[in-house]
């Protein structure tokens, strides 16, 4: 059982159109990461958010974690065919510092 | 260079052959970590040392092994593969600040195939 939960798995999408990725789970995180995966690599930390209510922005990137600590969102605007990747969302629930990570959400970016 | 390197990057062996999966790093990281990564499944925790002479078993620890030989190096052994262990293995390492989160940092993968 995933301790994290995305949705969807899957997306494709058209340039320019926009895009939303959820991470959802029942549990309390101190903290919450998405990263992206492209082909034959590992994945890459895009942002870390640590309090309720908190929004970051990388530049067409927006990342939103929820109030209660226990989901978050991703969100791209006018996405281009390099966002194409997996994105995982990774929470950290101990003070060992293990992150958990959801199974990831496939965006394809078609031209 | 990079900073997190595995070797080798692509593996086939046969059922019931032991291999080692090797990483290093130059980061200067005392954490490292083994995941597995299948589709639908996401990075699936193995093994993990917070330093030289701390190793602990992650979630799917059975039918593997692992050795911290120095920082800078963390080995990961399947003693006698088996199909189901067909699977892209991630090495990582992080910087860990506490409650406020670590950045992991990981290699570009080895992936395995068991006939």
């Known amino acids: 059982t995933q301790l994290l939960e995305q949705s969807p798995q899957f997306l494709s999408i058209q340039e320019g159109e926009n895009l939303t990725v959820y991470c959802n789970s029942s549990s309390v995180f101190s903290s919450l990461q998405w990263y992206r995966q492209e082909p034959g690599e590992g994945p890459v930390l895009l942002v870390t958010?640590?309090?309720?209510?908190e929004v970051k922005k990388l530049k067409r990137l927006t990342f939103q974690f929820g109030d209660a600590r226990k989901d978050s969102s991703l969100h791209i605007t006018a996405a281009q065919t390099g966002d194409t990747g997996l994105y995982l969302c990774a929470g950290l629930t101990d003070s060992w510092g293990k992150l958990q990570f959801g199974a990831g959400t496939q965006v394809v970016v078609t031209p | 260079d990079a900073d997190v390197t595995q070797t080798p990057r692509n593996r086939i062996t046969k059922t019931g052959k032991r291999i080692m999966l090797e990483c290093s790093q130059t980061k200067g990281h005392d954490r490292m970590y083994w995941y597995r990564q299948d589709p639908g499944l996401g990075l699936r925790l193995i093994y993990y040392?917070?330093?030289?002479?701390?190793?602990n078993k992650g979630e799917i620890s059975d039918g593997y092994s692992v050795s911290r030989q120095a920082q800078a190096k963390f080995s990961l052994s399947l003693e006698s593969a088996i199909p189901n262990q067909t699977a892209l293995y991630f090495c990582a390492t992080s910087d860990f600040f506490g409650g406020r989160g670590e950045t992991q940092y990981f290699g570009p993968g080895t992936r395995l195939l068991v006939l």
């Open positions: 958010v640590v309090t309720g209510g």
């Open positions: 040392s917070f330093d030289v002479k701390d190793i």
